[in-house]
Every structure is written in C-alpha cells, then in structure tokens.
C-alpha cells in the first residue's frame, strides 16, 4: 500500500495528473464558451473559434492592444462579438443603441463599471465610479452647481492663464520634443487650478500634491502588485496624500463659502451647493447628505482630478497632432481666432467660446475621429439581457466601443472632416445618439462642458500663439494605446508665432 502511495507521489505522476486537470479544465472552458456564445436560436456571437485556454487573448492584447480590439470590432461591426480575456467571457458590442442600453444599467443585480484591474487599490473601494443606487444619484445632482454658465466661465479664464502660462515655459528650451508629457502636465495642472487652486496655496505642498497625482496616473500602467515600492503601491499612497490635502481644502472652502465670499475654484461652488443641502436637510429634520463630510468632498474632487487626467491629455495631444496634420483646417481656425480676437493677448471668455462656431466643430470631429477612451468595460452581476435572443452570462464583461459607434452613420467615417457639424450637414444633429464620448446613462461624464471648453481654449490659443511643424517618424501613422488612445508620435518643432 505504501509502495503505492510513494509511486502516486512521485514527480511523474503528479505531472500526468496535473496534465489531465488542465486539459479537462481547457475541454471544459471551450464547452462553457460555446455555451455562453450561443443565442437561444443557435446562432454563436461572432469572434474566435478557439481560445487559448485559460488566458485567452490576453497575450495578444498587451502586445498589441488597439490592434486587438480593432480586430475585435471587424467580427462584427455593427453588433455583438466575443472572447475571452483571462479566462473571462466578454462581449464587445459596437452597435450605437446597444451601447446606450448597457450604459443606461448601473446596479448591483445589473450592470456595474469595471474598471482597471488597480482601481480599487488606487482609488478606493468608494470611488464614484463602483457606485450606484440613490447615493450615486444624490451625489450626481449635486454636481449641477459645478458646470453652470457662471462656473465655468470662471474656469476658461484660468484654463487661458494656464495655458499662456506653460505656453511660455514650452519656449523656454528649443528643438524638437515629444509634447505628451509636456501636455501632461499642463493639463494636470490646469486641473489642479480649476478645481482647488486657492487652497494649494503651499508650493511645497503643491509640489508633493502634484508628485501624488502622477503617481496614480503611473500606478494604472503598473503590474497589477500591490506591495511597498511597487508602481500600485505607490498610486495607492499618492491618493493617500491627496485625500488629505483636499479634506482640508475642503473645510477651508467651506469656511469661505459661508462668509459669503465668492467662489474661485470648482471646491467653492460644490461647497457652497452643499451648505445649502445641509441647511435644506437640518429645516426638513433630516440628517445632512452623506457626501457634506470633509472626506468625502475630498474623495470625490480627487475623483475629478483623476477623471480629467488621462482622457483630456491624449484629447489635447490629437488636437495639437490633427492640427499640424490638417494644414487647411488650422488655416480656418486661425482666421476664425484673428476675426474674434484681433488682440491675441486678450483672454479666452466663456462668452467668446459661444462665438467659436468653426473651433468648436474642430474640438467635436477630434473627439469623435480619436475617441479618448475607446471603451468602457461593464461586469455583469447577473446574467444580462441584451437582445430578445441573447443572454450574457453573469460574470461576463460587457465592453460597449466608443471608437465603434463614432464611426457609425457620419459620412466618410475614416476621414477629419469637422465640416461634418456645420450647420450645413448637421451630422452631430442626425447622429447625436452615435456621439458616446462621453458615454451615456448614470454615468454619463458631468464635465463634458468643462472638457470641451478646455480643448476649445487650448487650440485657438495654440492656433494664434505657436507654430508646431510635426516631425514624422515611421510610427507617427500608428496608434498606441495607454489605455487612452494617443498617436504613434508627437514629435513638434515649436516656435512663436509672428502677431497679426
């Protein structure tokens, strides 16, 4: 018997086990994905034959992301197609109202966001984005005083200061350079002064708070490891330092606000909105709202921190790179600039931004040609209905494609046309429900105003400030993903340009 034993445990056969367990576990998962694919009629999703068991296409991906999912988006284009990523079955829909109906579900027995894989760890488990219910509508509602004409009149000054401002540090050296991190952290800290401007009144605390900040954007590009020194380690703690300069950002606001001072930053108006809550809430009987703690203020502007981050860099990157690549339509906007502005050293208003008619078609076809994100993955909580014939399975990523529906029903989808949003074609009128950059439904982003605005300041700033030839490589042509999506290169000369 215990010859027996000693032979079952011998390396050799514990080797021809494991090998039967992972070749049933791999004849299974097939079965279950052939399963899971199949519609109540039989027809299969469109996607793979086969999958490499276990991880999928997830070697595929990380070697070539945007070519992946584009390849994912020719299975079926408009419709549903799938495969599978670490062993999870995903379902990538590129239909325009099937996209819209996933967006429009946010709760526990339906749909939630699921975002990257170090998001809890960096953001926290209370972050906007794994919310739902009423407590993710209540603090939403909230949000209406952020975006009014009045506030984010005051934003596009200080996005022209900022800009002017790093416009002239740019000059300060010469020859040719990679411009994203430059517009990294313009745009980082543009928001940083929109947002809470006032209260990182401490260089040095400005500094650090800054330091914070890249380290959860690099903290996303990590290995998904959180232990000390490592990339998410590091995110993690940023957020930490974050948080606690904000929390007492915000009890400084509120203290101003109540004086009745005017607000300054987009912190000054949300707490001013909430004082009021509270004072609605304390005549009614009722406890204040959850979101009126300093913590929480806190956590969520750093939520709008980070979502103004990486989306609007690599906007604000196609729109310096389609700009130098698309001589004609820069030529129009400049014209456009120079008749609104004859003084190119006046600030950008918000009432002037009403009048950039031809600008701002530019801002929507860069949005809708090089969508930011190109998608934006849901996790099913319970099995999902998606067609009267189709059931995603719980568990199932659900991944809606921007890109797709961007380029569904405009004429001549592949090419920059902003003439497309002239009043002449009116191709955002007639495809509007098509336009998901900024997604749809419980989660359709409240800073799109904010976000338009910025990318319409920088480029007719840029348009009458800087000339930037594009110095093209070989990888210019490309399309890499990070998640955003940004070009091969943008490589620029720059130098300033002669006033009018």
Partial sequence: MSGFGDNLASGPALVAAGGALALGYALWEQMKFRWYRSDKNG????????????????????????????????????????????????VFVTDPALSRYVFSHNSSDSLLLA?????????????????????????????????TRKALGLYVLKQDDVIRKHF?????????????????????YTSQEVFVGPYL?????????????????DGFLAFPLLLPGTGVWKGR?????????????????????????????????????????????????????????????????MDFLFASQDASTASLVWTITLLAEHPDVLARVRDEQYRLRPNA???VTGDMLNEMHYTRQVVKEILRFRPAAPMVPMRAKAPFKLTETYTAPK??????????????????PDSFDPDRFSPERAEDIKYAS????????????????????????????????LDFPRIRSKVSDDIIYLPTLYPGDSIFNLSWRAKK
């Fill in 345 to 347: 050293e006046e600030p």
């Fill in 395 to 412: 568990g199932a990523l659900i991944v809606p494609s921007l890109v797709a529906a961007c380029k569904q029903g405009y004429s001549n």
């Fill in 237 to 301: 703690q940023g957020r930490q330092f974050i948080v606690k300069t904000l929390t007492r950002a915000a009890a400084r606001s509120k203290v101003r606000m109540a004086g009745g001072q005017e607000p300054e930053c987009l912190l000054d108006f949300w707490t001013k909105q909430i004082l009021s809550d509270i004072k609605d809430a304390a005549d009614a009987g009722q406890e204040a709202p959850f979101y009126a703690d300093d913590k929480k203020i806190a956590e969520t502007v």
């Fill in 168 to 188: 002239t540090e740019w000059m300060q050296t010469s020859g040719p350079r990679e411009i994203r991190p430059f517009i990294r952290d313009l745009n980082a």
């Fill in 43 to 90: 027809n299969m999703l469109p996607g793979p034959s086969n999958v490499t068991p276990i991880i999928g296409g997830i070697v595929e991906m990380v070697k070539d992301p945007y070519g992946f999912w584009e390849r994912q988006r020719l299975y079926s284009f408009p419709g549903m197609s799938w495969n599978s990523i670490v062993g999870i079955f995903t």
């Fill in 201 to 217: 009144d401490d260089p040095e605390e400005r500094e650090k708070f800054s330091e914070a900040y890249r380290a959860m954007t």
């Fill in 115 to 147: 975002l990257h894989p170090n998001a809890e760890w960096i953001l926290g488990k209370t972050n906007i984005a794994f919310m739902s219910g009423p407590e993710h509508k209540a603090l939403r509602k909230s949000f209406l005083a952020l975006f």
């Fill in 434 to 465: 098509n336009f998901l950059v900024f997604g749809h439904g419980p989660h359709y982003c409240v800073g799109k105003e904010y976000a338009m605005n910025h990318l319409t300041v920088f480029l007719a700033l840029l348009a009458t400030s």
